[in-house]
């Protein structure tokens, strides 16, 4: 029987890729859900990155108990943060059985002892309801919780549909610069959520990874960063240099890097792109067979995304796409969301990847899922961003100085990222490419063909994707998206 515990209880809790971490049984509020499972799980708040999540009662030991074993293993800084942040409370008498062995009967009785900090929680915990699999703080100040299972930061869920996600938030630097921080999701440089990749157990397979543009060099970064063991191809081999010095393998042929990896992923500029990837002579396809993933992470169509599943799949690997939100910065900072549909199983296992690559990991059903939402995340970003390029030109042809129109709007309810970074790329002309307008343009095309199918009028996208051809023709395909103010300013 797995022991038991009670409200106030300081404990070890253990999610995966992550060390055991001095945490505190406290209670949630009533509407953070419990995740799905008959096992009994507890509500835990983590010490030091003041976190919280849902823990499987056999992955909880007793602090006292353990401590000592605890602290020989684990030597980072962080960690021991926690530990004194726990000793703290202890020596302040907080802590309802100051760490002491559970009871190992059922004769406990939960919520017995009420939390000593000032944590806000609400219900007793132990319970194996099957619920919904995901939530990050904000539940806590009584939101509600979002159905689809994801991998969050900085903890990240111990195994998906028993574990919760957890965003942490820091304050603004000051020498953050807005300029390239534009995120196409207004939270990334808005919210200035962050998290410490200090902790991520890089997965002991071996990584693949093949495109290093914009997208996948920070990407790769942040996976050499954390430890991960990785091999990089580029159709451009010039651009692998930098990433050999930084620890990376290079391979000299896609073939040959799917061959030398278990899960290689992939990120090139758009459908075309990835055929060549996957279906080329020294392409994907011939080194799969069973043992061997893909993961896709380019925004392609859902149709050249199913056909990549079905040719991995009928080689016997495994397929998960995972398009991502975010953009140059995010991408350096591994602060991407990670939008994911596909095989579970590989889902799970790019978890320490995910985990270093991004903020946040959905996992959102089968292959086409993760891509019809990035589809729509971009046709939405696009249209706002034609939108405002307009109303910029508008501001500019009624003699309105356009600082004072960002500074207005920077004071409103448009103050957000794309408003404040693509705003001062629009006024200083610096259109160095974060997003490249010809990539925003394809995806604009690819939701509005996938409005075709489905028969949904898109009259504001179609339009929106007219200045974004415009802007193409004009010479700005290589210039960042922020520059289809150019094809407005006429
Ligand atoms: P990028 O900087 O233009 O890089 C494109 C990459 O694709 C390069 O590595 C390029 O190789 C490779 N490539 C192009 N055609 C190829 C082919 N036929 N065969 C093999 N490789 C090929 O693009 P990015 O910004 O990194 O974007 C990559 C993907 O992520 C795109 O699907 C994009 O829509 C998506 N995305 C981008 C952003 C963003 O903000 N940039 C955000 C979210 C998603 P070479 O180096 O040899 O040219």
Not at 57 to 69: G, H, R, S, V
Not at 322 to 343: F, N, S
Not at 404 to 421: H, I, M, Q, W, Y
Request: glycine share 8%.
């Amino acid at each position: 029987m797995a022991a038991q515990f009670n409200i106030g209880d300081i404990v070890w809790a253990k999610l995966s890729s992550f060390p055991p971490w001095p945490s505190k049984i406290v209670r949630p509020k009533k509407d953070v859900k419990k995740p799905k499972g008959k096992k009994p799980v507890y509500f835990v708040f983590f010490y030091g990155t003041e976190d919280h999540a849902w823990v499987k009662a056999e992955n909880l030991k007793p602090f006292e108990e353990y401590k000592d074993q605890m602290i020989k293993s684990n030597k980072g800084k962080r960690f021991h943060q926690a530990v004194e942040a726990v000793e703290k409370v202890l020596r302040k008498g907080g802590g309802a059985k100051r760490g002491r062995p559970p009871k190992h009967s059922a004769a406990s009785k939960s919520g017995a002892y009420r939390d000593t900090d000032d944590i806000d929680h609400e219900e007793v915990v132990p319970s194996s309801k099957p619920v919904q699999k995901t939530y990050s703080r904000e539940p806590l100040l009584g939101k509600t919780v979002s159905p689809s299972t994801s991998i969050g930061l900085k903890r990240p869920p111990e195994s998906l549909g028993a574990e919760a996600s957890i965003i942490l938030k820091r304050p603004r630097e000051d020498n953050e610069s807005d300029l390239y921080n534009f995120d196409e999701s207004e939270h990334e440089t808005e919210s200035d959520i962050v998290t410490s990749k200090d902790d991520i157990t890089p997965t002991c397979l071996k990584i693949g990874f093949l495109g290093l543009g914009i997208m996948g060099s920070g990407m790769v970064r942040n996976l050499i960063k954390t430890g991960h063991s990785v091999m990089v191809w580029n159709r451009t081999p010039m651009k692998c240099r930098d990433f050999v010095q930084a620890g990376a393998s290079i391979g000299g042929t896609v073939t040959e890097v799917v061959a030398a990896c278990d899960i290689t992923f992939g990120c090139v500029s758009d459908p075309n792109a990835v055929r060549d990837l996957v279906f080329g002579t020294s392409g994907v396809l011939q080194s799969i067979r069973p043992g061997k993933a893909y993961v896709e992470m380019s925004t392609i169509d859902v149709e050249t995304v199913q056909d990549v599943a079905e040719s991995i799949e009928s080689r016997g690997g495994r397929f998960l796409e995972a398009p991502v939100i975010g953009t140059r910065k995010p991408a350096e900072d591994g602060m991407l969301v990670i939008v994911a549909g596909g095989d579970r199983s590989l889902f799970d296992d790019c978890e320490s990847c995910f985990l270093a690559m991004g903020k946040k990991a959905f996992y959102l059903g089968e292959v086409g899922s993760g891509t019809r939402m990035k589809l729509v995340a971009n046709m939405v970003l696009g249209s706002v961003m034609a939108g405002y390029a307009e109303g910029m030109s508008l501001a500019e042809r009624a003699g309105l100085d356009l600082q004072t129109v960002l500074d207005v709007f920077k004071e409103g309810p448009l103050n957000c990222a794309a408003v404040r970074s693509k705003g001062d790329a629009i006024l200083h002309s610096r259109f160095e490419p974060s997003f490249p307008l010809k990539h925003q343009q394809k995806d604009m095309r690819l939701a509005l063909a996938l409005g075709d199918e489905l028969k949904q009028s898109l009259p504001v996208a179609a339009a929106a994707n007219e200045m974004f051809k415009r802007a193409i023709s004009l010479g700005n395909g290589d210039n960042d998206m922020s520059s289809v103010y150019r094809a407005t300013a006429l």
